[in-house]
């Protein structure tokens, strides 16, 4: 298993834009590793308090992308290989966004409906999470 470890969380006010980076964590990621994590699915998801965790957003291996429906044209997913970074660019921030952003990756290739990689079981690494707070 491979340690995600994310970056960027903090507080905005509504309309605001953050940037989060997920990347994978020095001491458990060799360069062996290094094209295991071009080819990961990756994908962001977030849990609010008293709620489920929900996908947000996700990148397959052939980089076809998918999105929740709240967050459809004001989030994007990016994925930089030369530096085993993955972004989730938030415009437009709501009040409703406000929750603890995890990254996630998938230990094996996912070859169906790039949609359902916004299903938290499909995956097996994880990082620890980064608060969003955005106030109205």
């Known amino acids: 298993q491979v340690q995600l470890v994310e970056s960027g969380g903090g507080s905005v006010q509504a309309g605001g834009s953050l940037r989060l980076s997920c990347a994978p964590s020095g001491s458990t990621f060799s360069s062996t590793s290094m094209g295991w994590f071009r080819q990961a699915p990756m994908g962001w998801f977030r849990q609010a308090p008293g709620?489920?965790?929900?996908?947000?957003?996700?990148?397959?291996?052939?980089?076809?992308?998918s999105f929740a429906d709240s967050v459809k044209g004001r989030f994007t997913i990016s994925k930089d290989n030369a530096k085993n970074t993955l972004y989730l660019q938030m415009d437009s921030l709501r009040p409703e966004d406000t929750a603890m952003y995890y990254c996630?990756?998938?230990?094996?290739?996912?070859?169906?409906?790039?949609?359902?990689?916004?299903?938290?079981?499909?995956?097996?690494?994880w990082g620890q999470g980064a608060q969003v707070t955005v106030s109205s």
């Open positions: 709620k489920e965790r929900e996908g947000v957003a996700a990148i397959a291996s052939d980089d076809r992308r």
């Open positions: 996630a990756a998938r230990s094996s290739w996912w070859l169906g409906d790039a949609a359902e990689l916004l299903l938290p079981r499909l995956f097996d690494n």
